[in-house]
């Protein structure tokens, strides 16, 4: 982890709240992983906002997130040219993609974008991602770049009508895979952790939570995780955000 002052280089409006921001922060690119995440200090502000990095490239990373609240919505004022502050990378990421192996990622929302940079280190992957409609639908472009990808939508107005546990079902019914990799709401994700436990397939998850310092300081965003017979308290943003499923307790 290390400070690191950041400029905004591209930025660009995805869908309503939702932004894009790449990044130039030649320290963080270096060491960053698939999964991890950054913390942004905010002007007027005390508590910093974790953001998942989407994209890792040579002297920059991009993120993309949410209008939730008043933090947020004065990132979203910034501009290209603007500078960051920042610490990064931070927490546990994705396990790293063996040669061969077949990547099923799963995303929901805002919890699309953690998995883009870990599919463009797949030899093969595919995508499901799931919002409440049409309107809502950010990166799917960006997917289908990488590999087949289903769109699912709580109303039907694009792709397939219902939940992505329902597609992931589907596929894994007729095509094997080694890993699935997933970030959404935690009934989605325990879903899938559900489905992955049913078909003896290893499965990451990366948990959406409220953080407040970032490090594990502060035990804001506790959540627990078996060890044996044991049930341990872990904090998301130390321990992960990313856990193994059949690890984590949800």
């Known amino acids: 982890m290390v400070k690191e002052i950041a400029k905004i280089v591209k930025r660009d409006v995805l869908k309503g709240n939702t932004y894009s921001w790449i990044l130039q922060c ?27 990095i989407c994209e890792i ?18 990132m979203a004022n910034l501009l290209v040219g603007d500078m960051v502050d920042m610490l990064a990378p931070l927490g546990n990421g994705f396990s790293k993609m063996l040669p061969g192996q077949k990547l099923l990622v799963v995303g929901g929302g805002i919890g699309t974008p953690p998995m883009v940079e870990l599919s463009k280190h797949a030899d093969f992957v595919k995508a499901i991602i799931g919002f409440k409609t049409k309107d809502a639908i950010i990166l799917k472009d960006d997917y289908e770049k990488l590999g087949e990808t289903i769109v699912c939508t709580d109303d039907g107005s694009m792709g397939r009508k219902g939940f992505v546990t329902d597609a992931l079902r589907d596929i894994l019914e007729t095509e094997k895979f080694d890993r699935i990799a997933a970030c959404g709401p935690k009934p989605m994700l325990k879903g899938i952790k559900e489905i992955a436990d049913e078909f003896n397939i290893f499965c990451e998850l990366s948990l959406e939570d409220r953080m407040a310092c970032g490090i594990g300081a502060c035990l804001g965003c506790q959540c627990f995780v078996k060890s044996g017979d044991k049930q341990l308290s872990a904090r998301v943003c130390k321990g992960g955000p990313v856990f193994k499923s059949n690890e984590v307790i949800l």
């Open 57 to 74: 490239f040579n002297d920059s990373i991009r993120i993309v997130f949410d209008v939730r609240g008043k933090g947020t919505a004065k």
């Open 26 to 52: 030649k320290e963080t690119a270096k060491t960053a992983k698939p999964g991890q995440f950054v913390d942004i200090l905010v002007e007027g502000f005390n508590l910093r906002r974790p953001i998942s």
